[in-house]
Nanobody
Framework: QVQLVESGGGLVQPGGSLRLSCSVS???????IAWYRQAPGKQREWVAT???????NYADSVKGRFTISRDNAKNMAYLEMNSLKPEDTAVYYC?????WGQGTQVTVSS
């Protein structure tokens, strides 16, 4: 059983920044790790992936504003979010090897 714990969410004004963290209970260096989000009344959607081969992929809606990274030594993944918009409001989830975290709420509002 793999456990993932997200943190770093909160309330931020439009144009602001947040950094989300995902702590994984096992070594992550051999697999991809990803972030997803789910807005109220909408389906969960993919945001970004960091592959085991160090390739970074982003949804078009966040490209140029969000940066995914990982620290394999610490079994951690991160999502740096800049230039946040109200439409980025959602619960953000970390996904690794078939497992989900509990999510962290991000609210972008003035």
């Amino acid at each position: 059983q793999v456990q993932l714990v997200e943190s770093g969410g909160g309330l931020v004004q439009p144009g602001g920044s947040l950094r989300l963290s995902c702590s994984v209970s096992q070594s992550i260096f051999i697999n991809d790790i990803a972030w997803y989000r789910q807005a109220p009344g909408k389906q969960r959607e993919w945001v970004a992936t960091s592959t085991s081969g160090s390739t970074l992929n982003y949804a078009d809606s966040v490209k140029g504003r969000f940066t995914i990274s990982r620290d394999n030594a610490k079994n951690m993944a991160y999502l740096e979010m800049n230039s946040l918009k109200p439409e980025d409001t959602a619960v953000y989830y970390c996904f690794y090897h078939g497992y989900w975290g509990q999510g962290t709420q991000v609210t972008v509002s003035s």
